[in-house]
């Protein structure tokens, strides 16, 4: 999951899996498919 959070004025995209933060949603979400820290819950 990413969540939107905001620090210092500016809006961020925290993945909640590791909390690593990312200044764009797009790079979050691309994040958050290669996260370490999730569970494989499909096989492709
Ligand atoms: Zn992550």
Known sequence: ???ETTRDGMTWYECNECG???DTEGDAHQHEQNCDSEDPSYIQ
């Open 20 to 22: 690593l933060l990312f």
């Open 1 to 3: 999951m990413v969540s």
